[in-house]
C-alpha cells in the first residue's frame, strides 16, 4: 500500500532513524568481524597487520621487482639485466621510483591487491610489448608508437605469424579473465580511509619525482638528450625513457623570439644576392641505409677495401664528414635533418617528427623551396610507403611523386636478410629525371644495408672476408662488408649513368648512421659515432672542397652552391 507506507514514512521520528542507522552499522561491524575472525583471518591477521605497517617499502620492493622484470624483457637476458642493476644502481632505483609512484594510488582505493595487480600487469605489458619488438627492429616501444598505431595494425603480418597472434590472444583473454577474477578475490582493505591524506601523499610523490628526474639530468645520472633511442634505453632504463618519449616532444620557443627578432632577421636578407635561376641543375640525394667505411674501425682486418668507389670519389668531388643525429637506427631523422634543414636537437628526446608532428602539418623543407623556382620534387625508397609512415608524410614535406618498392619490379633481387638490393634504384631514378622538362629534385632512401646483422654465417662464398672481431658470430655479422660493397657497385653504376645524362647533375651521397654492430668511440679511429661520410658529385666541374657537414646543413649548402 503506497499510501500507507508514504504516512509511516511522514510519521517516523527522527530517534527512530538515527536508531535504524545505528543498527545497521553494528550488523555491518558484526558481519566485518566475523570475516576477520574466521580460521584463514585470524591466521594472517598479524601478516596483514605487519604488510599494512610497512606497505610503503614492500611497495618499492614491488616496484624494484617489477623494474628489473621488465629490464629483463626489454634487454632478452637475465645477465643483461642484472649487468645494468649493478654497474648502474642510481639508473635503476630512479625507475623504480618511477613505478612506485604511479603504485601510491592504491592508497586512494579499497581494493589495494586488485589495484596493485592491474598496476604490475600494466607495467610488465609495456615490457613485453617492448622485448617482443626488439626481436623484431632495432627501434624500442615508445609512445610514437602508440601515434602510428593504425599504420601498426597493417604491418602485424611483418611483426607476428599466425601461430603467434593465437597464443598472443589466447594469453591476452586469460590475463584479463584472471585480472577480473582478483577483483574479488583480492579482498578489501577494511581499516579507516583517511582519502585526502592519501591523495595529498600521491601529490606528494608525483612532485617529488620530478624534482628527482631534474637533479638526475644535474647530476648525468640520466640525460634528456638521446642521440640513439635504442641505446639511450640501454643506459637509462625502460619506465624514464618511455616517459621521455610520452611528455618531451616538439620544439620549444626560441628565448629571444619576438616580432622585433622576426623583423631584424628579415632586414638582414636585404644584402642577400639574387638567386641565379638561369642555370638550375636537377639535385639528387642518395641516402645510403647504414653505409659508412668499415675501414675505420681499429680490430676489423678485411680482405679488401669494401668501398673502393666511394673513396675514390671522395679524392676527386667536394666530400668530408656528415653529422647525423642517429647511430645504429633512426632512418627517418637524418631524412628528416637532410630534407628540411632543422635539426634534431631542438626536438624531444627519441622523437620521430614523421611519427608526430609530420602526420599532422606540412613544413618548410627544400622540396617546398625548390618547387618555388620551378623544380619537380621525387621521392625514391626501395622498400614499402609504409614503412616510417612515408606515404603519408612525403607530400606534407611537398613531394609531388613518391616511388616505393610497391612500384618497381617485383622480380629485383633481394639481399640473404630479404631487403631489396639498391641497384634497382639506378633505373628509377633516371625514370624521375626523365619524366619532367625542367630541372628536378630527386631525394632517394635505400635499403640493402640494413640490420639486422646475423651471428650466423649467411654467405657461402663471401667476396669479402673479415676477421678481428672478439667472436667469430660477431665475424660473421661483419659479412654487412659484402652488402656495403654491392651498395658501392650501385654507386658507381649509377655514377656512369648520370656522367652521359644531358642535363646538369649534383648528386649528394651519404651514410644515414652507422650500423647497429655495437660500436663504441674506442673503437673507431675518427672516435666518432654520430658521423659517416659524404661525397658530393656533378656532372659539369663543379669547384671541389674538403667541408665536414651535419645532415641539418646539406640542402642549404647544395643549393648555396647551384
Same mark, same amino acid.
Given at each position: 500500500?503506497?499510501?500507507g507506507?508514504?504516512?509511516?514514512v511522514?510519521?517516523?521520528?527522527?530517534?527512530?532513524?538515527?536508531?535504524?542507522?545505528?543498527?545497521r552499522?553494528?550488523?555491518?561491524?558484526?558481519?566485518?568481524?566475523k570475516?576477520?575472525?574466521?580460521?584463514?583471518?585470524?591466521k594472517m591477521q598479524p601478516?596483514?597487520?605487519?604488510?599494512?605497517?610497512?606497505?610503503?617499502?614492500?611497495?618499492?620492493?614491488l616496484?624494484?621487482?617489477?623494474?628489473?622484470?621488465?629490464?629483463?624483457?626489454?634487454r632478452?637476458?637475465?645477465?643483461?639485466?642484472?649487468?645494468?642493476?649493478?654497474?648502474?644502481?642510481?639508473v635503476f632505483?630512479?625507475?623504480?621510483?618511477?613505478?612506485?609512484?604511479t603504485?601510491?594510488i592504491?592508497?586512494?582505493?579499497?581494493?589495494?591487491?586488485f589495484?596493485?595487480?592491474?598496476?604490475?600487469?600494466?607495467?610488465l605489458f609495456?615490457?613485453?610489448?617492448?622485448g617482443?619488438?626488439?626481436?623484431?627492429?632495432?627501434?624500442?616501444?615508445?609512445?610514437q608508437?602508440?601515434?602510428v598505431?593504425?599504420d601498426a595494425? =597493417?604491418?602485424t603480418g611483418n611483426?607476428?605469424?599466425?601461430?603467434?597472434l593465437?597464443?598472443?590472444?589466447?594469453?591476452?583473454t586469460?590475463?584479463?579473465?584472471w585480472?577480473?577474477s582478483?577483483?574479488k578475490?583480492?579482498?578489501?582493505?577494511t581499516?579507516?580511509?583517511?582519502?585526502?591524506?592519501?591523495?595529498?601523499?600521491?601529490?606528494?610523490?608525483?612532485?617529488?619525482c620530478?624534482?628527482?628526474?631534474?637533479l638526475?639530468?644535474?647530476?648525468r645520472?640520466?640525460s634528456?638528450y638521446?642521440?640513439?633511442i635504442?641505446?639511450?634505453y640501454?643506459?637509462?632504463?625502460y619506465?624514464?625513457?618511455?616517459?621521455?618519449?610520452?611528455?618531451?616532444?616538439?620544439?620549444?620557443?626560441?628565448?629571444?623570439?619576438?616580432?622585433?627578432?622576426i623583423?631584424?632577421?628579415?632586414?638582414?636578407e636585404?644584402n642577400?644576392p639574387?638567386t641565379?635561376?638561369?642555370?638550375?641543375?636537377?639535385?639528387?640525394?642518395l641516402?645510403? =641505409?647504414?653505409?659508412f667505411d668499415?675501414?675505420?674501425?681499429n680490430?676489423? !682486418?678485411?680482405?679488401?677495401?669494401p668501398?673502393p668507389?666511394?673513396?675514390k670519389?671522395m679524392?676527386?668531388?667536394?666530400?668530408?664528414?656528415?653529422k647525423?643525429?642517429?647511430?645504429?637506427?633512426?632512418?627517418?631523422n637524418?631524412?628528416?635533418?637532410?630534407?628540411?634543414?632543422m635539426?634534431?636537437?631542438y626536438?624531444?628526446?627519441?622523437?620521430?617528427?614523421? !611519427?608526430?608532428?609530420l602526420k599532422?602539418t606540412?613544413c618548410e623543407?627544400?622540396p617546398?623551396?625548390?618547387?618555388?623556382?620551378?623544380?619537380?620534387t621525387?621521392a625514391?625508397?626501395?622498400?614499402?610507403?609504409?614503412?616510417?609512415g612515408?606515404?603519408?608524410?612525403f607530400?606534407?614535406?611537398?613531394?609531388?611523386?613518391?616511388t616505393?618498392?610497391?612500384?618497381?619490379?617485383?622480380e629485383?633481387d633481394?639481399n640473404?636478410?630479404?631487403?631489396?638490393?639498391?641497384?634497382?634504384?639506378?633505373d628509377?631514378?633516371?625514370?624521375?629525371?626523365d619524366?619532367t =622538362?625542367?630541372?628536378d629534385y630527386v631525394y632517394?632512401?635505400?635499403t640493402?644495408?640494413?640490420?639486422?646483422?646475423?651471428?650466423e654465417?649467411?654467405?657461402?662464398?663471401?667476396?669479402?672476408?673479415?676477421?678481428?672481431?672478439?667472436?667469430?658470430?660477431q665475424?660473421?655479422?661483419?659479412?654487412?662488408?659484402?652488402?656495403i660493397?654491392?651498395?658501392?657497385?650501385?654507386?658507381?653504376?649509377?655514377?656512369?649513368?648520370?656522367a652521359d645524362?644531358p642535363e646538369?647533375?649534383?648528386?649528394?651521397m651519404y651514410?644515414?648512421?652507422?650500423?647497429?654492430?655495437?660500436?663504441?668511440?674506442e673503437d673507431?679511429?675518427?672516435?666518432y659515432?654520430?658521423?659517416?661520410?659524404?661525397?658530393?658529385?656533378?656532372?659539369?666541374?663543379?669547384?671541389k !672542397?674538403?667541408?665536414?657537414?651535419?645532415?641539418?646543413q646539406?640542402?642549404a649548402?647544395v643549393?648555396?652552391?647551384?
Amino acid at each position: 500500500n503506497i499510501k500507507g507506507f508514504f504516512t509511516k514514512v511522514r510519521n517516523l521520528k527522527k530517534e527512530d532513524i538515527k536508531e535504524h542507522f545505528k543498527k545497521r552499522k553494528e550488523r555491518r561491524q558484526m558481519i566485518l568481524e566475523k570475516r576477520r575472525n574466521g580460521k584463514f583471518a585470524k591466521k594472517m591477521q598479524p601478516v596483514y597487520k605487519w604488510m599494512n605497517r610497512l606497505s610503503v617499502p614492500l611497495q618499492f620492493l614491488l616496484a624494484c621487482i617489477i623494474n628489473f622484470f621488465i629490464e629483463v624483457i626489454s634487454r632478452l637476458s637475465f645477465g643483461e639485466a642484472w649487468a645494468y642493476l649493478t654497474k648502474t644502481p642510481l639508473v635503476f632505483l630512479y625507475n623504480s621510483c618511477m613505478i612506485f609512484v604511479t603504485f601510491t594510488i592504491v592508497y586512494l582505493v579499497r581494493r589495494r591487491v586488485f589495484t596493485r595487480i592491474l598496476l604490475s600487469v600494466f607495467w610488465l605489458f609495456l615490457g613485453i610489448c617492448n622485448g617482443y619488438l626488439l626481436t623484431k627492429r632495432v627501434t624500442p616501444f615508445n609512445a610514437q608508437d602508440l601515434k602510428v598505431l593504425s599504420d601498426a595494425l =597493417e604491418l602485424t603480418g611483418n611483426y607476428f605469424n599466425t601461430f603467434e597472434l593465437i597464443m598472443i590472444i589466447i594469453g591476452v583473454t586469460a590475463l584479463i579473465v584472471w585480472v577480473v577474477s582478483m577483483w574479488k578475490r583480492g579482498g578489501q582493505y577494511t581499516g579507516k580511509m583517511h582519502r585526502w591524506i592519501a591523495l595529498g601523499g600521491v601529490v606528494a610523490s608525483f612532485v617529488g619525482c620530478m624534482a628527482l628526474t631534474n637533479l638526475a639530468i644535474d647530476k648525468r645520472v640520466i640525460s634528456n638528450y638521446f642521440g640513439n633511442i635504442a641505446f639511450a634505453y640501454e643506459d637509462y632504463g625502460y619506465p624514464y625513457c618511455l616517459g621521455v618519449t610520452i611528455f618531451n616532444t616538439g620544439i620549444s620557443c626560441p628565448r629571444d623570439y619576438s616580432e622585433e627578432e622576426i623583423e631584424r632577421i628579415e632586414k638582414t636578407e636585404d644584402n642577400l644576392p639574387a638567386t641565379n635561376e638561369k642555370n638550375q641543375p636537377n639535385i639528387l640525394f642518395l641516402q645510403l =641505409e647504414s653505409f659508412f667505411d668499415p675501414t675505420l674501425v681499429n680490430y676489423l !682486418k678485411i680482405s679488401e677495401d669494401p668501398i673502393p668507389t666511394f673513396r675514390k670519389l671522395m679524392k676527386e668531388y667536394s666530400s668530408g664528414y656528415y653529422k647525423v643525429p642517429a647511430v645504429g637506427a633512426g632512418t627517418a631523422n637524418t631524412e628528416f635533418e637532410s630534407i628540411t634543414g632543422m635539426s634534431l636537437h631542438y626536438f624531444g628526446p627519441g622523437e620521430y617528427p614523421y !611519427k608526430s608532428i609530420l602526420k599532422e602539418t606540412t613544413c618548410e623543407s627544400a622540396p617546398y623551396v625548390l618547387k618555388n623556382l620551378g623544380y619537380s620534387t621525387h621521392a625514391v625508397h626501395n622498400n614499402e610507403a609504409n614503412f616510417y609512415g612515408r606515404r603519408s608524410i612525403f607530400p606534407n614535406l611537398g613531394f609531388d611523386t613518391f616511388t616505393s618498392a610497391e612500384y618497381m619490379a617485383e622480380e629485383n633481387d633481394k639481399n640473404p636478410l630479404g631487403w631489396t638490393k639498391d641497384e634497382v634504384l639506378t633505373d628509377e631514378i633516371i625514370k624521375c629525371l626523365d619524366s619532367t =622538362e625542367g630541372p628536378d629534385y630527386v631525394y632517394t632512401i635505400s635499403t640493402q644495408g640494413h640490420g639486422a646483422y646475423p651471428e650466423e654465417q649467411l654467405i657461402d662464398d663471401p667476396e669479402i672476408t673479415v676477421t678481428g672481431a672478439a667472436t667469430e658470430a660477431q665475424n660473421n655479422q661483419w659479412e654487412y662488408c659484402n652488402e656495403i660493397h654491392e651498395m658501392d657497385n650501385f654507386v658507381k653504376e649509377l655514377t656512369d649513368a648520370l656522367a652521359d645524362y644531358p642535363e646538369d647533375v649534383i648528386l649528394v651521397m651519404y651514410g644515414d648512421h652507422l650500423p647497429t654492430m655495437g660500436l663504441t668511440v674506442e673503437d673507431l679511429k675518427n672516435k666518432y659515432l654520430f658521423q659517416t661520410e659524404y661525397v658530393m658529385w656533378d656532372n659539369f666541374g663543379m669547384e671541389k !672542397k674538403k667541408v665536414n657537414l651535419s645532415a641539418y646543413q646539406m640542402a642549404a649548402e647544395v643549393m648555396d652552391r647551384a
